[in-house]
């Protein structure tokens, strides 16, 4: 039965981003707001790479109208990015978080900033490219996330998840130490 809603879902999502097309054009925000949707839709879907499709055309629309700064281009940003990285495709997903990261650093949000730089830090992570750098993103988004947690991290849930993740990091750099020394 979910599938059957789901897919229902997905079409009449489509339905109503075919519209706003047609009647606003592709760079209007309505039109924005319903490929935001349809992207929702197509995530619970399963449908990854469709999601990425849309999430890319998105992504080149709100550049078009709000430049690359934009807390909005941004957020599109980080959508793609995290659908790259469920993807595993974690060199594009690290390319799109850092850009995120660079952004978010010139006055978003100290969550957003957090949220760019703990995704950053998973993600090199994920490669084993450089458990330092990851260690440093992680450090970052922790001192973001505390920063701004009166306001979104009530129970303090993100800033205890990130606190664990950097000490399961410092974990994994003293194994890593271990055995090159063996």
């Known amino acids: 039965m979910d599938a059957v809603n789901t897919g229902a879902?997905?079409?009449?999502?489509?339905?109503?981003?075919?519209?706003?097309?047609?009647l606003h054009g592709t760079d209007h925000a309505e039109t924005q707001t319903k490929m935001q949707a349809v992207i929702s839709s197509l995530n619970k879907f399963g449908d990854v790479e469709g999601s990425e499709r849309l999430a890319r055309r998105l992504l080149a629309s709100k550049v078009n109208t709000m430049g690359l700064d934009h807390w909005e281009t941004l957020n599109a940003l980080h959508a793609l990015g995290f659908?790259?990285?469920t993807k595993h495709e974690d060199a594009e997903a690290e390319s799109q978080f850092r850009f995120e990261l660079e952004g978010r650093r010139l006055g978003n949000s100290p969550w957003s900033t957090a949220n760019a730089a703990y995704m950053l830090s998973k993600t090199i992570d994920r490669q084993n490219n450089n458990?330092?750098?990851?260690?440093?993103?992680?450090?970052?988004a922790l001192e973001e996330y505390t920063r701004d947690a009166p306001l979104h991290d009530m129970e303090g849930k993100q800033t205890q998840e990130t606190r664990n993740y950097i000490q399961y990091l410092k974990d994994k750099a003293r194994e890593g130490t271990r055995e090159s020394c063996q």
């Open 131 to 140: 458990p330092a750098e990851a260690l440093k993103f992680a450090e970052l």
């Open 9 to 22: 879902e997905v079409a009449s999502a489509r339905v109503q981003l075919m519209w706003s097309k047609w």
């Open 83 to 85: 659908l790259l990285w």
